[in-house]
């Protein structure tokens, strides 16, 4: 005889859990989403190990954060609609208060020596743990020679070409659906994460038990209602401010740029960084090329999902280009708008979604799609590493071939001797002796103080 299920959990335990669940989410969405395994499964034992590599499925389908959606998800399964709003705002709150005051202290201080030296060093660190986080998905997701083309032809395609990340991820996904609906061997794919738990928790021993809750059924009348909610909850600002600043006024360029970056980001928070930095600093010109990294190296060493890096970048570009306001002022109200319509279409893809999530697990053209993205993924990284490389180890990056091409090349005479350097130790502390992220982060910073101290930084 099984043991019965524990009692279910008050709602005012759920909030101290999700707070603390919140307040331990380093390291990106690997450890986020083992800390609410090792807390939620084998801790707390709200759900079993199917139930929460059920849910974990589902979110890798959806663009965006999935560390946070799963916290939705399975704060939604365990309080309904409240329990899901409470998991995701307390998921993002510790993030988006730190990087808020950690962005004012860069607006104000990032000029000072010593505090540009932490974030040099700090660029070092980021550098190799963009190339770690591409070599851990590629070894996961290129699993035969047509994903490793399809990661290559990625590659070249923003590298070389300058296509648009969003056309890029709909392509793959377009490619992944079709090879597997054509039954091409290199697509028969399956979308589980099999290796996240092993054995571990059965459903009769858990606060859900083995059937599903009576609201987590399809129901579309109140699918219908919630989503109404939150469209005008995340498009509201920003017709609004389109309608009264103009469309070409900064506030309304981040609520439409992190709105379609919301729809279109798949992949994860390293994907989205190569799709900020193309638009971020590129196009709108909202900040310089290595600041993408000091912005990864706040979220790197925050609690919250890494995409709160989009938070800094909001803060600068309103920060630097609002006028009639205070810079600083501009900069929180810019972060707080950059958060709001990042993560709020994440609460409309699980209410929406949730209740229909046997169907959409079911089908195999749609984890094929999501192989393909992920295999394209690893090419957008690996030309994110490339881009902070070019800009982290030399001074001067230009622009090389015809004008159809967006290719940059270093002007090799410029190399940053004291940065290469430090690169190359905080490779052989990441690789060689497998230091954590966290310690890597301080160790980094640490070198850059201390190059700093000797005068060997201009």
Request: charged letters at 10%; proline letters at 5%; aromatic letters at 10%.
């Amino acid at each position: 005889m099984s043991p019965a299920p524990p009692a279910p959990i008050p709602f005012s335990e759920a909030l101290r859990v999700w707070t603390r669940i919140a307040a331990l989410s380093f390291g990106g969405p690997a450890g986020q989403i083992a800390v609410m395994h090792r807390i939620l499964v084998q801790e707390k034992r709200w759900l079993g190990e199917q139930r929460f590599l059920h849910a974990l499925n589902y979110c890798m389908l959806l663009p965006g954060p999935e560390a946070q959606q799963l916290a939705i998800y399975i704060g939604w399964l365990m309080h309904r609609t409240a329990g899901g709003l409470a998991a995701g705002l307390l998921f993002v709150l510790p993030g988006f208060l730190a990087i808020t005051g950690l962005s004012i202290l860069y607006m104000t201080l990032g000029a000072l020596g010593p505090v540009a030296a932490i974030f040099f060093g700090l660029k070092a660190a980021v550098l190799v743990i963009v190339v770690q986080a591409m070599l851990r998905i590629g070894g996961r997701a290129l699993r035969n020679r047509t994903l490793m083309a399809l990661a290559a032809a990625a590659f070249l395609a923003i590298a070389v070409f300058g296509v648009a990340f969003p056309l890029i991820i709909l392509a793959a996904g377009l490619i992944g659906f079709l090879g597997a609906r054509m039954h091409l061997p290199a697509f028969a794919v399956s979308g589980g994460h099999s290796g996240l738990a092993d054995g571990g928790v059965s459903e009769g021993e858990t606060v859900l038990g083995e059937s599903s809750p009576a609201h987590t059924r399809p129901n579309l009348a109140w699918a219908l209602r919630t989503g109404a909610v939150i469209m005008v909850l995340w498009l509201a600002p920003v017709l609004t401010l389109g309608l009264s600043l103009g469309w070409d006024n900064v506030f309304t360029q981040i609520a439409v740029f992190f709105s379609k970056m919301a729809v279109v980001t798949f992949g994860g928070a390293y994907a989205v960084l190569a799709y900020v930095a193309q638009e971020a600093v590129q196009t709108y010109g909202w900040l310089r090329p290595g600041e993408m990294l000091d912005g990864l190296a706040l979220a790197e060493t925050t609690p919250g999902p890494l995409i709160m890096v989009t938070q800094f970048v909001g803060f600068l570009g309103a920060a630097r280009n609002a006028t009639g306001l205070d810079p600083l002022w501009a900069g929180v109200l810019g972060g707080i708008l950059t958060t709001w319509v990042t993560f709020t279409p994440c609460f409309l893809w699980i209410f929406l979604g949730a209740p229909f999530v046997e169907a959409l697990r079911s089908a195999r053209a749609l984890n094929a799609a999501l192989a393909a993205i992920t295999a394209a993924v690893v090419g957008v990284i690996l030309n994110l590493a490339l881009w902070f490389a070019l800009h982290v180890l030399f001074a001067q990056v230009q622009e090389a071939g015809p004008d159809w091409l967006a290719l940059s090349v270093p002007v090799l005479d410029s190399v940053d001797l004291a940065s290469l350097g430090l690169t190359l130790a905080a490779a052989i502390a990441a690789f060689g002796f497998r230091i954590g992220v966290v310690p890597l982060l301080l160790g980094c910073a640490a070198a850059g103080l201390g190059l700093h101290g000797a005068g060997l930084l201009v």
